[in-house]
Each structure stands twice: as C-alpha cells, then as structure tokens.
C-alpha cells in the first residue's frame, strides 16, 4: 500500500467583474510557465478556452488563444490556466498543481489555486498570481443585503413622499377652514358663493394629488418586484476579455450604459426634487 503524498495548497476566489487584456493573460502565462519549469517533471501549462456558442479548445499554445476571433457569437467566456503534468507516473493531469479560471457566467468569477508538495513553491506562486489578479479587478460588487436593503428604501420612498403631501395638503385644508370661519357674519348668498368656489376648488385640486397617490403606489410595486436600484448599480459591471474585435464594442457598449445610468440617477434626482418643490404650493 502506498504511502500517501502530503501536498502543501491555498485556495481563493473573487466575485468580482475582471477586465483581462492581452497583456495581462501574458503576464499570467508566463509566471505560470515559470514555475511550471521549476518542478523538472515535463509540467506544463495547459489552457482551455470556453466561448459563448459552447465551442471550446484546449491547448498549450498561448498564441492560439490571442489570435482566434473573439467577437460577437464566438465570445469567450471561461478561461482555464492549469499547470499539469502528462507523464504517466505523475497524478498531476487529473490533480493539477495550480488552476487559475476566470468564468463571466458564474458569481464566483475568479478562481485560483496551488497544490504542491513544495510548501514554498505553492506560497510563492499563490502571490505572485494574487498580485497579478488584482490589476485586472473591477469595482467589488455591492452585497446583496445592502442592494435589498436599498431597493426597500426606494420602494418605501414612494410611500413616505405621498404621506408628505396628503400632510401638506390637510394644512392648507385646515387653513382654509379657519379662513371659512371669518364668513360667518356675511349675508347669505355671500355664504352660498363662498362654498360653491370653495368646493370646486378642493375637487380640482384634489384630483392631482390622488392621481400622484395611484403613481406612487405602481411605483412601490414596481420597485420591489424588478430592484432597478441593483440593476442600476450594476450596470455596466460586466467581465470581459478584453482582446480582439471585442475591444471596439466593449467601450462604445460601456460609454452608452455610463450615459445611461447617470442619466437615470438625475431623472430620478429632479424627479423628487419637483415632487416635494411642487407639494409645497399645494393649495
């Protein structure tokens, strides 16, 4: 029975969004090559590339990779980096001595790994891989109890700024009640013709303001059933492996969401201001 093989290993993943370049996945190849020449056991660095109409390759050529399309229908969206071995004594291909993935499809989309009998070896490269990693990161994504807490404040916004005006609005009611009080000593048809302005007044303003109440109600509906604030602050966030013709429509895509967001973000801005500006000349 043989003896079984103590091995040495760290593991880390990011839920972050990556921006990869050309140079970056070079950069990446060749520290994994480096060490991969450092064991003297024939390991290598195998590569396997996934694309988005479920083609795959899988080779040890880096230049391959860069030099295939990487365009609309044939995106890449996995990306495997693996030091292995194919010698037949070796268990190596099956139990690879370092893998690192990035993956657009999954939460987790950066994973790396080492697995050696040398301690020091699998430390080593586990940092230079991390400091490597770090460059090509995008914004942390916001945690998901933050976004749902959020999404609840905007959808219970939509309740609060009614009860504001409805609030405002008895004021002016009230006021309007103390100013009827004065007319007690008038003649009648004076009486008569006080009530009449006054009631038709009351209906047309009150015919905005209910209709503002039914707004806001479909709006607090529809914020808590599609959460446009995660959507909104994930727009633009996305992975991308940024080589190729894909380089041209990755930036006109992102300048077009960036306008797009800042837009929606002072719609909505204005949008509150004009409600509460406008609540206060309620009359």
């Known amino acids: 029975m043989s003896k079984m093989q103590e091995r040495s290993g760290i593991l880390k993943e990011y839920e972050n969004n990556f921006k990869i370049t050309e140079p970056h996945i070079r950069k990446l190849y060749n520290i994994l090559k480096t060490y991969a020449e450092q064991l003297n ?118 309740l609060i700024i009614p009860f504001i005006v409805i609030f405002l609005y008895s004021n002016n009611w009230k006021t309007g009640r103390a100013a009827a009080d004065n007319i007690t000593t008038k003649s009648i048809d004076q009486k008569l013709n006080y009530l009449i302005e006054k009631s038709f007044v009351n209906l047309e303003s009150l015919i905005p303001i209910l209709f503002f109440l039914f707004c806001s109600l479909v709006a607090f509906f529809l914020i808590l059933e599609f959460k446009p604030i995660s959507k909104l602050l994930n727009l633009g966030q996305v992975s991308v492996f940024y080589w190729g013709d894909i380089t041209e429509s990755y930036d006109k895509r992102l300048a077009k969401l960036s306008r797009f967001k800042w837009g929606i973000i002072i719609a909505f801005i204005v949008s509150l201001a004009a409600t509460f500006v406008g609540s206060l000349f309620i009359k």
Not at 63 to 84: A, F, P, Y
Request: hydrophobic letters at 35%; one cysteine or more; aromatic letters at 6%.
């Open 41 to 158: 056991d024939g390991a290598h660095v195998s590569i396997y590339v996934e694309r988005e109409n479920d083609s795959y390759i899988e080779t040890t050529d880096l230049e391959k990779v860069l030099q295939e399309e990487n365009i609309s229908g044939k995106l890449i969206t996995n990306l495997n980096m693996k030091i292995i071995c194919d010698k037949k004594d070796n268990s190596s291909k099956n139990n690879p001595m370092c893998i690192l993935g990035f993956d657009q499809k999954r939460q987790v989309k950066i994973t790396f790994m080492t697995s050696n009998e040398n301690r020091d070896w699998c430390f080593l490269l586990f940092d230079e891989l991390d400091g490597q990693v770090q460059r090509i990161l995008l914004q942390k994504p916001i945690k998901k109890n933050i976004i749902s807490f959020m999404n609840t404040i905007a959808a219970l916004s939509m």
